[in-house]
């Protein structure tokens, strides 16, 4: 059987038992968390094979690449995926210590989205200028779209290991669980004008944007209530977890027959069942299975995605100036999150101050993830989407092992009370 003819079965197969076996290595040998683990020991399988093939002239690599190929990343992510893992996020999130940080969130989830968006794509086709290329802005801006959201599945795995206020905690898991609901939609609006080569009217962009975040609150809010009702008047735990099946699988489908954002719908319903359900509609046995239920789904799909992250450096190896541009995007998407985050902040500080923590843990801890692959990979085939998807790679890559591995040591430095001088 060739890779490229397997089935979906044997392809979940097998993304299984690499991360079972990766994630045990992971966590006897390097002990770090899971996200940057698996992302580190996928990029060095990679390019282990990479250097084999070369020394030797076996077929591992384009093996590989034609299994990589034959995933539908962008289906198998943002139709299924991530569903499941904005759903579990938001279980964990405190709803009383997100109300607090309320302001910030929606801020920084719309404008800041929408800011980092423009900075990165105007920055982005400057930088590319510097290289020979020269790409349409409305392309720069697409690439800015699809970099600037934060994933929620990184990010959470980040602060379970920080020492971070409760308050600050919750805006940032609250922030990056909708800033990739809006970042998907500005992406969408942006691709479409950039495909169809029609002026973006920002008058039908913002009836869009409206449509999509705003219908996928009220979507969110309405299956949401649906289901904690079902779970208050029963105490089955069998039936309550597929009741919150129902929610993740059966919202996320019905977002898609109304043209409203199935990311926002997750997010807001399983703060609603995560907060309000857990503690007026389940009894204590059925908070722990739905609890340990969702943390396990959490850790099989963190644990895949962030495998395929790894395995996806395969794809941009045999290019070094792609590696240069990515590398070069680095400082760019950096100083974007800074100002995309600065600005707000500063804006809202008679309002609500989250503490001198607050920017380093926002901009560092803001990491990039596989929301931003899938949609790199979602472009239309050609030389615009190979730039674009090696250069979202690479930042990913460095989001991952960089700034995940160091986020909680930046956190305890910060901490740490000042020695008197």
């Known amino acids: 059987?060739?890779?490229?003819?397997?089935?979906?079965?044997?392809?979940?197969?097998?993304?299984?038992?690499?991360?079972?076996?990766?994630?045990?290595l992971n966590h006897r040998v390097l002990r770090l968390p899971s996200?940057?683990?698996?992302?580190?020991?996928?990029?060095?399988?990679?390019l282990l094979v990479i250097l084999?093939?070369?020394?030797?002239?076996?077929?591992?690599?384009?093996q590989l690449n034609a299994f990589l190929n034959g995933i539908d990343f962008h289906e198998t992510l943002m139709d299924g995926m991530l569903s499941f893992l904005l759903f579990a996020g938001a279980l964990h999130v405190d709803w009383t210590e997100m109300r607090r940080g309320r302001w910030p969130i929606l801020v920084l989830s719309t404008v800041g989205v929408l800011l980092s968006t423009a900075i990165v794509g105007y920055g982005f086709q400057w930088l590319l200028g510097l290289f020979g290329i020269a790409l349409p802005i409305l392309w720069c801006l697409v690439f800015g779209a699809l970099i600037s959201p934060t994933d929620p599945v990184a990010v959470m795995a980040v602060l379970k290991r920080a020492?971070?206020?409760?308050?600050?905690?919750?805006?940032?898991?609250?922030?990056?669980l909708f800033n990739d609901g809006v970042g998907v939609v500005v992406f969408v609006i942006l691709l479409g004008a950039a495909s169809s080569g029609e002026a973006l009217s920002l008058a039908e962009a913002g009836r869009h944007f409206l449509q999509e975040a705003g219908g996928g609150v009220l979507l969110g809010?309405?299956?949401?209530w649906l289901a904690f009702r079902a779970m208050r008047s029963i105490d089955e735990y069998n039936v309550e977890v597929m009741i919150s099946l129902a929610v993740?699988?059966?919202?996320y489908s019905l977002a898609h027959v109304v043209h409203v954002s199935g990311p926002v719908a997750m997010a807001v319903a399983g703060l609603l069942i995560g907060n309000a359900g857990v503690v007026q509609a389940m009894s204590d046995v059925t908070r722990d299975y739905?609890?340990?239920f969702w943390a396990l789904i959490d850790e099989i799909l963190n644990a895949v995605l962030f495998l395929l992250i790894g395995l996806e450096v395969i794809a941009i190896a045999q290019e070094p100036r792609l590696l240069l541009i990515g590398l070069a995007a680095v400082p760019l998407v950096l100083a974007a999150r800074i100002l995309a985050v600065g600005a707000p902040l500063v804006a809202m500080r008679p309002l609500l101050s989250l503490g001198p923590l607050a920017m380093p843990v926002l901009v560092w801890g803001g990491l990039r993830g596989g929301i931003s692959i899938a949609l790199a990979l979602s472009l239309?085939?050609?030389?615009?989407?190979?730039?674009i998807l090696a250069t979202t790679y690479v930042v990913v890559l460095f989001a991952v092992i960089v700034q995940g591995a160091s986020i909680s040591g930046l956190i305890a430095h910060l901490n740490r009370p000042a020695t008197p001088g």
């Open 163 to 176: 020492a971070v206020p409760p308050t600050l905690q919750a805006t940032v898991a609250g922030e990056s």
């Open 1 to 24: 059987m060739s890779m490229t003819s397997l089935g979906a079965f044997d392809a979940a197969a097998i993304l299984i038992v690499l991360a079972a076996t990766l994630g045990y």
């Open 35 to 46: 996200s940057v683990g698996l992302t580190l020991m996928g990029a060095v399988a990679s």
């Open 380 to 387: 239309p085939e050609g030389a615009i989407r190979t730039t």
């Open 290 to 292: 739905l609890i340990k």
């Open 52 to 62: 084999i093939d070369r020394l030797g002239g076996s077929m591992l690599a384009p």
């Open 248 to 251: 993740v699988m059966g919202g």
């Open 221 to 224: 809010l309405g299956i949401g």
